[in-house]
Structures are given as structure tokens and as C-alpha cells.
Nanobody
């Protein structure tokens, strides 16, 4: 059974940084595309970033380009999201997700497994 567990969320001042981690278990992690999404209160879940199974390709949503970096360590079955220059609009629950297709996509319905989420709050 696939399990994804996010960690690293918290309360950060505007302009600060956080690194989220997502530990995967229960399958062949390095065969799958991994991604991060976020959902702010009262809003839809939005795509943030995705990374190919060996880490050679990455893709970012427009709102985080240049500020966030997605990376993975297949030996540790973990995907990361480094978030810099955080702004109040970045406040949300952040979810990692696993895609068993072979194409990076922003579509929520393409992702097969999801973590429980990590809360990130940015204050000024």
C-alpha cells in the first residue's frame, strides 16, 4: 500500500524559507513522477511543481517559478519542496502526490496517491 507523508510545514515570516519533505513507502518510488500541490482555505487545489522519476525534468506553476525548487532523493524515497521568499499568498495546505503515468502533468486527476498535507502559514 502506497503511503505519502509530508513534513516540514510551519509558521514563517514574509520573505522567509521552508523546506517540505514527502516520504514515500509501499512502491517503487523511482518509477513515478512526484508533484506538489497546495490548497488555500476556500480555494481549489492548485499545481505547484512536478519532477520526473529520475529528477531530470521539472515543471513549475507560474506563481512559484523562481522561488520554489522541487527535488528528489530516490535512495531515500523522498521528494522535497524548497520554498524561498515566501509571501502571504503562499499560505495553504501543501500536498505531495504520486503519478503512475509517464508524463508530467498539472492535472489533479492524473495523480494516483496523495499525502495528508502539511500546513504552511506566512505572516507579515
Amino acid at each position: 500500500q502506497v503511503q505519502l507523508q509530508e513534513s516540514g510545514g510551519g509558521l514563517v515570516q514574509v520573505g522567509g524559507s521552508l523546506r517540505l519533505s514527502c516520504a514515500a513507502s509501499g512502491d517503487s518510488f523511482d518509477n513515478y513522477i512526484m508533484a506538489w500541490f497546495r490548497q488555500a482555505p476556500g480555494k481549489d487545489r492548485d499545481f505547484i511543481a512536478a519532477i520526473s522519476w529520475l529528477g531530470g525534468s521539472t515543471y513549475y506553476g507560474d506563481s512559484v517559478k523562481g522561488r520554489f525548487i522541487i527535488a528528489r532523493n530516490n535512495e531515500e524515497n523522498t521528494v522535497y519542496l524548497q520554498m524561498d521568499n515566501l509571501q502571504p499568498d503562499d499560505t495553504a495546505d501543501y500536498y505531495c502526490a504520486e503519478n503512475h503515468d509517464r508524463t508530467i502533468t498539472t492535472r489533479i486527476d492524473a495523480y494516483d496517491y496523495w499525502g495528508q498535507g502539511a500546513q504552511v502559514t506566512i505572516y507579515s
